[in-house]
C-alpha cells in the first residue's frame, strides 16, 4: 500500500466573510468557572473571541487548557459563570448549534474496529451531511489518506489516526474549530503541514482555537494568545513578535 | 428529525461493528448455550414439568445473557472517548439512548431467537405452535431489559467495578418485567389461552414505555461530565 501523504491545505480562498455568508459565531466566557469537586480548573475566566481569530492557548499541563477548550465545545458545562454564542446562552443553544463546532480532544473519537471511511460515513451521518461519499472523499484527499480509506482505524499509526481524527471534526466544515494539542504524535513536516492547512481554514474566516504547550511551533499562524496558569486567564495579547520575550518569559515562570 | 437521524446512524453503525467482531453475540450466545445445558442437567424435568418450569428458566438465561451483552454495550463508545465525540453531534443525547436501546434488543432478540430451539431440544417443548405470540413475549420482555439495562450500561461504563454495578443497578428493577415474561411463556407453554396473560400483556406493555421515555429523558443527565 502507498505511504499516506500528509495534510494538504484547504483551497484557498478570499479571506473575509465566508461563502456561504454564514458567520463565525462570538464567543464570550463571564467569569466562567469549572471545579472538579475543590480542584479549580478554572477561575474566573474573562474572555471574549471575535469571529475569524485563530487563538493559541498556552500553559503547561493541568493549566485548564483542556477544560477550556471542552467547554467551548459544549461537551462541559461551567460551574459558575456564563459562556454565549453569539449572546446566547450555552444552555439556551439548540443541538443544532453543535453543527458549528469541530472538536479534536486528546483521544481520536474513532472507532477501532471501522474503517477511516467507515468512521467518517458514521459521522457524516451524525451531522446528516448532503452527498456524504463525495466529502468523504474530498476530507481525505485533504488529510492526504485517500490511500487508507479502507484501512481498519486500529491499524493506523498515531499520526495517521490524529490525521483522521482531523478529518472527522473537519467532515461537516464548522465554523469555529477546536483543537486541543492537536500536534501529538504528530512528525515535524505533517506538524508544519497541519499548521499552514489549519492558517488555511482560518482564511476562510472560521475561528481557530488550539491549545498547545509549545510556543515556538504554535505561534506562527495565531492572531492572539492566551496563557493560562492554575485555571487563572494571565496572558491575552495579540500575536506580536516584539512580545516574544514576554510571553516566553511567562510561560517559563509558569512551568517551574 | 435530528434525533431519529442520529439514532439510526448509531444503530447502523453498532451492527456494522458488531458484524465484524461479534464480540456482544459471541458473549452472549455462548453463556445462554451454557446456562441451559447446566439447567437442563440439573433439573432433568419430565415434559409436565418442563412445561410449567421452562418459562422461568428460559427467562433467567436471558436475564445473565443480557447483562453480559449489556455491559458490553458502552464498551466501544468508552473507547479513544467516542461517547464525546457522539456528544458533539447536533442532537439531543437521548438520540445516544434511543440508537444504543434499537442495538442492543436487536442483539438480544437475535441472541434469545438463536437459545430458543437449544430449549426447545434440551426440555423437549414445542415453542413453535404460536410464533407471534412467542415473538411478541421475547420483545416486549426483551425491550423492557434492554430499556434499563441500555440507561445502567452507560451508567456504569465509566465506573471501577463496571461488571459489578450493571447488574446491581439492573437487577431489582427488572424484576416486574421478569415476573411479567416469565407468566406470559408459562402460560404460552402450558398451551393456555392467551387471554389469561392480559394483565401480565398490559403490565410489560406499560414497563416498556414508562421506562424507555423515563430513560430517554434522563439519559442527558448521564452522559454529561
Known amino acids: 500500500m502507498p505511504a499516506a501523504t500528509s495534510p494538504s491545505p484547504p483551497p484557498p480562498r478570499v479571506p473575509g466573510p465566508r461563502p456561504d455568508g454564514r458567520g463565525s459565531p462570538r464567543i464570550a466566557l463571564r467569569r466562567l468557572s469549572k471545579y472538579y469537586e475543590r480542584f479549580i480548573a478554572l477561575d474566573r475566566v474573562e474572555l471574549t473571541i471575535e469571529p475569524g481569530e485563530f487563538v493559541v492557548v498556552l500553559g503547561r499541563n493541568g493549566a485548564g487548557k483542556t477544560t477550556l477548550l471542552r467547554t467551548l465545545a459544549l461537551l462541559l458545562s461551567p460551574s459558575e459563570g456564563e459562556l454565549l454564542f453569539d449572546a446566547v446562552p450555552a444552555p439556551a443553544l439548540d443541538p443544532a448549534f453543535r453543527r458549528r463546532l469541530g472538536f479534536i480532544g486528546h483521544e481520536t473519537f474513532l472507532y477501532d474496529e471501522l474503517t477511516a471511511a467507515e468512521n467518517l460515513s458514521f459521522y457524516a451521518a451524525l451531522y446528516g451531511l448532503d452527498r456524504p461519499a463525495q466529502r468523504i472523499a474530498e476530507v481525505l484527499a485533504e488529510m492526504g489518506l485517500e490511500d487508507r480509506a479502507s484501512s481498519l482505524a486500529r491499524n493506523l499509526s498515531r499520526g495517521l489516526k490524529q490525521r483522521l481524527s482531523l478529518a472527522r471534526a473537519w467532515l461537516h466544515q464548522p465554523d469555529v474549530l477546536l483543537l486541543d494539542e492537536p500536534a501529538t504524535g504528530l512528525d515535524t513536516p505533517t506538524r508544519s503541514r497541519m499548521h499552514r492547512w489549519l492558517a488555511g481554514c482560518h482564511r476562510t474566516g472560521r475561528t481557530v482555537v488550539v491549545s498547545s504547550h509549545d510556543l515556538a511551533e504554535s505561534l506562527q499562524p495565531a492572531t492572539r494568545v492566551l496563557l493560562l496558569e492554575k485555571g487563572k486567564l494571565v496572558f491575552d495579547a495579540p500575536n506580536a513578535p516584539e512580545r516574544l520575550a514576554e510571553m516566553r518569559e511567562l510561560l517559563e515562570a509558569a512551568a517551574r | ?225
Open chain 2, 1 to 225: 428529525m435530528d434525533t431519529l437521524r442520529v439514532a439510526a446512524a448509531l444503530f447502523r453503525k453498532d451492527l456494522l461493528a458488531e458484524r465484524r467482531t461479534k464480540d456482544v453475540s459471541t458473549s452472549i450466545l455462548l453463556f445462554g448455550f451454557t446456562v441451559a445445558v447446566a439447567f437442563t442437567f440439573a433439573f432433568e424435568p419430565t415434559a409436565e414439568e418442563a412445561r410449567k418450569i421452562a418459562g422461568g428458566l428460559l427467562w433467567l438465561a436471558f436475564l445473565f445473557s443480557a447483562i453480559l451483552g449489556l455491559s458490553r454495550a458502552f464498551a466501544r463508545e468508552t473507547a479513544n472517548d467516542c461517547l464525546r465525540g457522539l456528544r458533539m453531534a447536533p442532537a439531543d443525547p437521548g438520540a445516544i439512548y434511543l440508537g444504543k436501546l434499537a442495538s442492543n434488543v436487536l442483539f438480544l432478540v437475535l441472541a434469545e431467537v438463536v437459545l430458543l430451539p437449544v430449549f426447545g431440544i434440551f426440555f423437549n417443548l414445542s415453542l413453535w405452535d404460536r410464533p407471534g405470540w412467542l415473538f411478541l413475549i421475547l420483545l416486549l420482555g426483551t425491550w423492557g431489559l434492554a430499556s434499563l439495562g441500555t440507561m445502567f450500561s452507560a451508567v456504569s461504563a465509566n465506573t471501577r467495578m463496571q461488571e459489578l454495578m450493571l447488574p446491581l443497578l439492573l437487577l431489582p428493577l427488572t424484576v416486574p418485567v421478569l415476573i411479567a415474561a416469565i407468566e406470559c411463556t408459562t402460560i404460552l407453554l402450558e398451551g393456555r389461552p392467551m387471554t389469561d396473560a392480559h394483565l401480565w400483556f398490559r403490565l410489560l406493555v406499560g414497563f416498556d414505555i414508562i421506562f424507555t421515555v423515563l430513560c430517554w429523558l434522563l439519559f442527558s443527565y448521564v452522559v454529561e461530565e
